[in-house]
């Protein structure tokens, strides 16, 4: 098997708490220590980031706070890696993770290779229930994606030099990832998704941030598929319940006046049932696959709340839009 050099960039912001654990599991990894640098790129963090990250004497990189894009593209930039491997601060990768990728990267002709979640916190209600969810929409993609994430991905640096790597238009941590995804798909880049290639993750525990997060990335998810609109109906990791949400709760705010006019209040009470029933597809879904069916009820609330959420920083989204054009 083919055994290129590769760089491992770690982005890294406010992440004292988990990124020792997440260097820690990437020089265990079972590749060859010559093959194999380890750049975390700090993006401006105001806690201790740094001291844990120079204790491990790996190339650490400052930046400005300036996002999870530019900070990657920082990092492969500088690295002298023939493939990037890209993962979080808040992952751990398995010790066979990058090995199962590497051979995949080759045998299967791909540009890149995408792998697949553990979770570390399965103690936690919340981080079960987001666990639950990407479990089931990995189950339903195909061998060949469209469409990966970057805490846990593979891809030739001679893709990124001809990309010019991510979309540093995108602030946040949001759909930078699918965005470049996009782009090599659409050029001809095949994308394999490893299943057997897996990093424990640190999902997030408090509704309120886990919100803040739904809201960011429905917010640029506008802009993604403005840029990107075959993809909207055609990404192999979404399920047709995420672009009709949206809609649906506008729909439902929008004839609450129907409460206070008596006859009317029964199209308000449809319209919420329908609502709640979509919200409800993919928790019974879960629920039927056995993962974690002691979590029902919370994952419908869970997604009930959040598709408020996505409706409200997609119409943001949409207003910044309609101002910017005019």
Same mark, same amino acid.
């Given at each position: 098997?083919?055994?290129?050099?590769?760089?491992?960039?770690?982005?890294?912001?406010?992440?004292?708490?988990?990124?020792?654990?997440?260097?820690?599991?990437?020089?265990?990894?079972?590749?060859?220590?010559?093959?194999?640098?380890?750049?975390?790129?700090?993006?401006?963090?105001?806690?201790?980031?740094?001291?844990?990250?120079?204790? @491990?004497?790996?190339?650490?990189?400052?930046?400005?706070?300036?996002?999870?894009?530019?900070?990657?593209?920082?990092?492969?930039?500088?690295?002298?890696?023939?493939?990037?491997? @890209?993962?979080?601060?808040?992952?751990?990768?398995?010790?066979?993770?990058?090995?199962?990728?590497?051979?995949?990267?080759?045998?299967?002709?791909?540009?890149?290779?995408?792998?697949?979640?553990?979770?570390?916190?399965?103690?936690?209600?919340?981080?079960?229930?987001?666990?639950?969810?990407?479990?089931?929409?990995?189950?339903?993609?195909?061998?060949?994606?469209?469409?990966?994430?970057?805490?846990?991905?593979?891809?030739?640096?001679?893709?990124?030099?001809?990309?010019?790597?991510?979309?540093?238009?995108?602030?946040?941590?949001?759909?930078?990832?699918?965005?470049?995804?996009?782009?090599?798909?659409?050029?001809?880049?095949?994308?394999?998704?490893?299943?057997?290639?897996?990093?424990?993750?640190?999902?997030?525990?408090?509704?309120?941030?886990?919100?803040?997060?739904?809201?960011?990335?429905?917010?640029?998810?506008?802009?993604?598929?403005?840029?990107?609109?075959?993809?909207?109906?055609?990404?192999?990791?979404?399920?047709?319940?995420?672009?009709?949400?949206?809609?649906?709760?506008?729909?439902?705010?929008?004839?609450?006046?129907?409460?206070?006019?008596?006859?009317?209040?029964?199209?308000?009470?449809?319209?919420?049932?329908?609502?709640?029933?979509?919200?409800?597809?993919?928790?019974?879904?879960?629920?039927?696959?056995? @993962?974690?069916?002691?979590?029902?009820?919370?994952?419908?609330?869970?997604?009930?709340?959040?598709?408020?959420?996505?409706?409200?920083?997609?119409?943001?989204?949409?207003?910044?839009?309609?101002?910017?054009?005019?």
């Amino acid at each position: 098997m083919k055994q290129p050099y590769v760089s491992i960039v770690i982005p890294a912001f406010n992440a004292a708490s988990t990124v020792g654990q997440a260097i820690d599991s990437c020089k265990n990894q079972d590749y060859p220590k010559d093959r194999l640098e380890i750049i975390v790129v700090n993006d401006g963090s105001r806690d201790n980031t740094k001291d844990v990250v120079e204790g @491990f004497g790996v190339r650490y990189i400052y930046q400005e706070n300036k996002g999870p894009a530019f900070a990657r593209n920082n990092g492969w930039k500088n690295s002298k890696g023939e493939a990037i491997f @890209f993962t979080d601060a808040d992952c751990i990768p398995g010790k066979d993770c990058l090995a199962v990728m590497v051979k995949s990267l080759y045998d299967r002709n791909a540009g890149a290779v995408a792998g697949t979640y553990e979770i570390k916190n399965v103690e936690d209600i919340m981080a079960r229930c987001i666990h639950a969810e990407i479990m089931f929409r990995h189950s339903r993609m195909p061998d060949y994606i469209n469409s990966f994430g970057t805490y846990n991905v593979l891809i030739k640096k001679s893709i990124l030099e001809e990309f010019s790597g991510f979309n540093e238009g995108y602030l946040t941590s949001s759909a930078e990832d699918s965005e470049l995804s996009y782009r090599m798909v659409k050029k001809g880049y095949r994308i394999y998704f490893e299943r057997k290639s897996i990093v424990s993750h640190f999902h997030e525990k408090k509704m309120r941030r886990y919100l803040k997060k739904q809201f960011t990335r429905s917010f640029w998810a506008i802009r993604l598929w403005r840029h990107h609109p075959g993809f909207a109906l055609n990404d192999c990791y979404l399920h047709w319940k995420d672009l009709v949400e949206a809609p649906l709760a506008a729909i439902v705010i929008l004839t609450m006046p129907f409460l206070f006019i008596g006859s009317f209040k029964i199209f308000f009470f449809i319209l919420l049932f329908i609502y709640i029933g979509v919200e409800t597809i993919i928790p019974f879904s879960i629920y039927c696959k056995r @993962f974690y069916k002691k979590d029902f009820f919370f994952m419908v609330f869970m997604m009930f709340v959040r598709g408020f959420v996505r409706m409200a920083g997609g119409t943001l989204s949409l207003m910044a839009e309609i101002r910017h054009r005019k």
